[in-house]
């Protein structure tokens, strides 16, 4: 019986949670989501300091959230490459106004050293911790914030890709995707934490309707921009200007269907890429046949727009790959 009301309280206590995700915006006064809910579970981080979860990461503190591992060959890349850019956007106030913490979920494999080698490889910056401990705590932490959920055992990840964004102090808490736009990220941390920009907001006379992109160029913006550009230098990733004239057709679709699996059958160009591009993984983006085809055709038609733009310039072949 004890034991049942126990959980019946813990469950109750998370619909309270996920409750709160439904109305962010709102204060909560004398707010549940203190030290009575958020565990303070033993954690460690990239440089091998332990940490208390509530006591010294979130206690008081606005903090962004998410779940990666470093193997992971879908989402986690995508994630972590888009946090980066938001990172970039939000400046100075990362590590001071605002707090990013990566929870592994595979902490067996995630040691400090490899979590560090990692943000290394992504260009993390200073207010960013990247953090393992032991699994059961890491399971509890994950759902006491809202990041696990019962599909997590049939998502091919293991968890969603998720960005648990909240202020401890104030009880406001919302969830959004950890693959968005980061710009669209960025100004949606500034709106809810209350952020002042020093641009004047745009008069709405003064607004124009956004260019129309097509299905690749969607594809485009929301899959490969975080770590690819077409015709402005290598990023994360190569450059992918002038693919279709560098790469066999029939190999880039497959790359693009499957890099994991070619990776780890050890097809040359594809190691090639993984260690000329520090270890970051080009992960499986689930893309169809009618989608890579889409990607592909915007690719080129940006690659002759790079190419009409530049003009006749040597610096402008590239001699890295995809």
Same mark, same amino acid.
């Given at each position: 019986?004890?034991? %049942?009301?126990?959980?019946?309280?813990?469950?109750?206590?998370?619909?309270?949670?996920?409750?709160?995700?439904?109305?962010?915006?709102?204060?909560?006064?004398?707010?549940?989501?203190?030290?009575?809910?958020?565990? *303070? @579970?033993?954690?460690?981080?990239?440089?091998? @300091?332990?940490?208390?979860?509530?006591?010294?990461?979130? &206690?008081?503190?606005?903090?962004?959230? *998410?779940?990666?591992?470093? /193997?992971?060959?879908?989402?986690?890349?995508?994630?972590?490459?888009?946090?980066?850019?938001?990172? $970039?956007?939000?400046?100075?106030?990362?590590? $001071?106004?605002?707090?990013?913490?990566?929870?592994?979920?595979?902490?067996?494999?995630?040691?400090?050293?490899?979590? =560090?080698?990692?943000?290394?490889?992504?260009? @993390? !910056?200073?207010?960013?911790?990247?953090?393992?401990?032991?699994?059961?705590?890491? =399971?509890?932490?994950?759902? &006491?914030?809202?990041?696990?959920?019962?599909? #997590?055992?049939? *998502? %091919?990840?293991? +968890?969603?890709?998720?960005?648990?964004?909240?202020?401890?102090?104030?009880?406001?808490?919302?969830?959004?995707?950890?693959? #968005?736009?980061?710009?669209?990220?960025?100004?949606?941390?500034?709106?809810?934490?209350?952020?002042?920009?020093?641009?004047?907001?745009?008069?709405?006379?003064?607004?124009?309707?956004?260019?129309? @992109?097509?299905?690749?160029?969607?594809?485009?913006?929301?899959?490969?921009?975080?770590? /690819?550009?077409?015709? &402005? !230098?290598?990023?994360?990733?190569?450059?992918?200007?002038?693919?279709? &004239?560098? %790469?066999?057709?029939?190999?880039?679709?497959?790359?693009?269907?499957?890099?994991? $699996?070619?990776?780890?059958? !050890?097809?040359?160009?594809? $190691?090639?890429?993984?260690?000329?591009?520090?270890?970051?993984?080009?992960?499986?983006?689930?893309? #169809?046949?009618?989608?890579?085809?889409?990607?592909?055709? /915007?690719?080129? %038609?940006?690659?002759?727009?790079?190419?009409?733009?530049?003009?006749?310039?040597?610096? +402008?072949? /590239?001699?890295?790959?995809?």
């Amino acid at each position: 019986m004890r034991a %049942r009301l126990v959980a019946t309280a813990r469950l109750g206590a998370l619909s309270l949670f996920a409750a709160a995700l439904a109305c962010p915006g709102a204060a909560f006064a004398g707010s549940p989501w203190g030290a009575d809910y958020f565990p *303070n @579970v033993a954690l460690v981080n990239q440089d091998g @300091v332990v940490v208390r979860f509530y006591d010294d990461l979130i &206690k008081g503190k606005a903090v962004a959230v *998410n779940l990666i591992y470093t /193997h992971c060959t879908a989402s986690c890349p995508l994630e972590t490459a888009k946090m980066a850019q938001v990172q $970039k956007l939000l400046g100075d106030r990362v590590g $001071k106004d605002i707090f990013f913490y990566s929870i592994s979920i595979d902490p067996k494999r995630d040691t400090p050293e490899t979590l =560090k080698a990692y943000m290394q490889r992504y260009h @993390v !910056g200073p207010g960013w911790q990247f953090l393992t401990g032991k699994e059961e705590d890491i =399971k509890l932490v994950a759902a &006491k914030l809202g990041l696990s959920s019962l599909t #997590d055992a049939a *998502n %091919r990840d293991g +968890h969603q890709p998720s960005l648990m964004i909240g202020n401890e102090g104030t009880g406001q808490w919302m969830r959004n995707s950890a693959v #968005d736009n980061p710009r669209f990220l960025a100004a949606t941390i500034s709106n809810f934490f209350g952020w002042k920009s020093e641009k004047p907001a745009p008069r709405y006379a003064d607004l124009h309707a956004p260019p129309a @992109v097509g299905k690749g160029g969607y594809l485009f913006k929301t899959r490969c921009s975080a770590c /690819h550009t077409i015709g &402005k !230098g290598d990023s994360l990733g190569p450059d992918l200007s002038n693919l279709a &004239k560098r %790469r066999d057709q029939a190999w880039v679709a497959r790359y693009l269907s499957e890099p994991d $699996k070619m990776l780890a059958a !050890g097809d040359p160009i594809a $190691k090639k890429l993984f260690e000329q591009y520090r270890g970051v993984r080009m992960p499986n983006l689930g893309l #169809d046949q009618d989608e890579i085809a889409a990607l592909l055709l /915007h690719i080129e %038609r940006e690659s002759q727009a790079a190419a009409r733009t530049a003009g006749p310039s040597p610096s +402008h072949a /590239h001699a890295s790959s995809p």
